[in-house]
Nanobody, 127 residues
Framework: QVQLVESGGDSVQAGESLTLSCVAS????????MAWFRQVLGKEREIVAT????????IYGDFVKGRFTFSQESASNALYLQMNSLKPEDTAIYYC????????????????????WGQGTQVTVSS
């Protein structure tokens, strides 16, 4: 059993910053692939950030454009997302996700790769 708990979501003004955190517990090892996704009501879940290339690089959603920073602490099974210059269109529920290392059918940016999801944390950005 894998549990993911996100925190850090809030209501902010455009241009402000937030840092989201995710802590993984349970039957999860450092081999699990971790990612941040987001979902706007009525739209599909989309990738925000994750590692690829043997965990040597980070890939971001096209909308990020240098504003967000993905980081991970393997020792504590913690995942972070530093979000700067937030825009109203960033308003969404942000989810932490974990994929079993044997799950390789889908790409790391495809939500179908991930078996475990947190409950999500709401980010609301006002103009």
């Amino acid at each position: 059993q894998v549990q993911l708990v996100e925190s850090g979501g809030d209501s902010v003004q455009a241009g402000e910053s937030l840092t989201l955190s995710c802590v993984a517990s349970g039957n999860v090892s450092s081999d699990y692939h971790m990612a941040w996704f987001r979902q706007v009501l009525g739209k599909e879940r989309e990738i925000v950030a994750t590692r690829y290339g043997g965990n040597t690089r980070v890939i971001y959603g096209d909308f990020v454009k240098g504003r967000f920073t993905f980081s991970q602490e393997s020792a504590s099974n913690a995942l972070y997302l530093q979000m700067n210059s937030l825009k109203p269109e960033d308003t969404a529920i942000y989810y932490c996700a974990a994929a079993d290392p044997r799950s390789r059918v889908y790409s790391v940016t495809d939500p179908r790769r991930y078996q475990h999801w947190g409950q999500g944390t709401q980010v609301t950005v006002s103009s």
